[in-house]
């Protein structure tokens, strides 16, 4: 799984090196090595490979009788396989907070609304905005992964 992931991984780490103000959002598809979103991009590789390494583990699995080696082998395979995958998760996810400065959104946003704060903080509502869709993107391909392997195991 690492090995699958590491070309996504390896170019968010790189992007994270690189100096803020180079940072950009992609708005057209003329560099095909540029990615507007590469947490999200990095979470979708991780979990993308993940699937697609426990799905023929699974489908191995419910062929061969429940008490087999061979099945015991197959769900270990697909916990290891799992953990990997929200270990590496849980990486990008730290790092999404980290770059995307969430602690500061939240903190404005909570300046914003609290009663006579007196502060008049303007928020970047389009940044916010582009904030909140990438998290909810993530959420979405998080969700469906655990779909998958909760319909692994029933």
């Keep these: 799984l690492r090995q699958r992931a590491k070309p996504a991984i390896v170019h968010l780490a790189s992007w994270r090196k690189s100096d803020p103000a180079q940072r950009h959002v992609v708005d057209n598809d003329d560099d095909e090595n540029a990615i507007a979103q ?14 697609a390494l426990i799905h023929p583990l699974t489908m191995w699995k419910e ?24 270990t590496l998760i849980q990486t990008i996810s730290d790092w999404f907070l980290e770059d995307k400065k969430v602690d500061d959104w939240m903190q ?18 389009a940044a916010l905005d582009a904030l909140v869709d990438e998290m909810a993107f993530s959420c979405q391909v998080m969700a469906r992964y655990t779909a998958l392997l909760i319909s692994e195991e029933g």
Excluded at 39 to 48: D, N
Excluded at 67 to 73: I, M, P, R, V
Excluded at 108 to 125: C, E, F, M, R, W
């Design 38 to 51: 590469p947490h999200s991009h990095a979470l979708t590789t991780v979990l993308s490979q993940a699937s």
């Design 63 to 86: 062929n061969v009788p429940p008490a087999s080696a061979a099945a015991t082998l197959c769900t270990k395979s697909i916990q290891v396989l799992d953990d990997q995958a929200q």
């Design 108 to 125: 404005q946003t909570a300046d914003q609304h609290s009663v006579g704060s007196g502060n008049n903080t303007k928020i970047d509502l």
